[in-house]
Nanobody, 121 residues
Framework: QVQLMESGGGLVQPGGSLRLSCAAS????????MGWYRQAPGKQRELVAA???????TYAASVKGRFTISRDNAKNTVYLQMNSLKPEETAVYYC???????????????WGQGTQVTVSS
């Protein structure tokens, strides 16, 4: 069906930057919404940012002005540029897409396997 391949996580010092990528593949007709979530140990998964096919974006209040989400529709890929990272943003970051597998088909959500982001000195 739909596979999501995430990359770009790792260890970064406070104040540093990382860029996450998530490429979707499979029998995709269209992708309506692409987004990034994160889950820290002991906490619920939360929305970080999302972007529609027409590039309308939404961000969690805590990341506005520091994170930028973008997408390449030709490559079915979404990116998350993260700047000025804070230790409390250490988490597993997950890619999520809402995709259609055919004309008139329902929208279905898919999750990536997650990529670890660790912000520490």
């Amino acid at each position: 069906q739909v596979q999501l391949m995430e990359s770009g996580g790792g260890l970064v010092q406070p104040g540093g930057s990382l860029r996450l990528s998530c490429a979707a593949s499979g029998s995709i007709f269209s992708i309506d919404l692409m987004g990034w979530y994160r889950q820290a140990p002991g906490k619920q998964r939360e929305l970080v940012a999302a972007i529609t096919r027409s590039d309308f974006t939404t961000y969690a209040a805590s990341v506005k002005g520091r994170f930028t989400i973008s997408r390449d529709n030709a490559k079915n890929t979404v990116y998350l540029q993260m700047n000025s990272l804070k230790p409390e943003e250490t988490a597993v970051y997950y890619c999520n897409v809402l995709a259609r597998l055919g004309v008139g088909s329902q929208v279905t959500g898919y999750w990536g396997q997650g990529t670890q982001v660790t912000v520490s000195s």
